[in-house]
């Protein structure tokens, strides 16, 4: 009978603990495009990027709405305040923890983005890890001030 009872217990307590501690999963969420107000120049997609179980890395995001995409890092020189980017092969998203790729920081820059995102006002983007995970995420699209694009806009009325 106590045996039985010790047992209950034990499982409860798994239980409750596997509920407080939910293993992180990769993800990207948050994701705008952000269009240049000159078409021909590239737009600037920024997204937040959580981190699973274990340490990984970005190893590529495309579209196949885009003809060119490339992370970049922004670098501001100490002495001159210069701000310059330079395109990263990979970024390091350590388990657990969130990488922000935002204004001023990390972000990812495509060109030639055809006339399918800017009709609908979304994008459809994927991102590559190293452990081979793919994630498919839609981001939404905008104008530099946050409008929809004006292609929408044109449809929509
Ligand atoms: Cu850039």
């Not at 495009?33 to 981190?51: E, I, Q, R």
Request: glycine letters at 8%; aromatic letters at 4%.
């Amino acid at each position: 009978m106590n045996r039985r009872i010790f047992t209950l217990v034990t499982a409860g307590a798994a239980l409750l603990l596997a509920s407080c501690t939910p293993t992180p999963q990769l993800k990207v969420k948050e994701a705008v495009l952000t269009l240049s107000p000159v078409d021909s120049n590239p737009a600037a997609l920024h997204f937040n990027v959580y981190g699973g179980p274990e340490d990984v890395r970005l190893l590529r995001v495309s579209s196949p709405s885009a003809i060119r995409v490339e992370m970049h890092d922004v670098t501001v020189d100490a002495k001159t305040g210069a701000v310059s980017m330079a395109p990263m092969d990979r970024v390091l998203i350590p388990g657990g923890e969130k990488v922000a790729f935002k204004k001023g920081g990390k972000h990812v820059m495509m060109w030639g983005v055809n006339t399918i995102p800017r009709k609908l006002g979304k994008i459809e983007t994927e991102f590559l890890f190293s452990n081979n995970e793919r994630i498919l995420v839609k981001a939404r699209v905008q104008e530099i001030d946050g409008s929809d694009p004006d292609e929408k806009k044109a449809i929509d009325g």
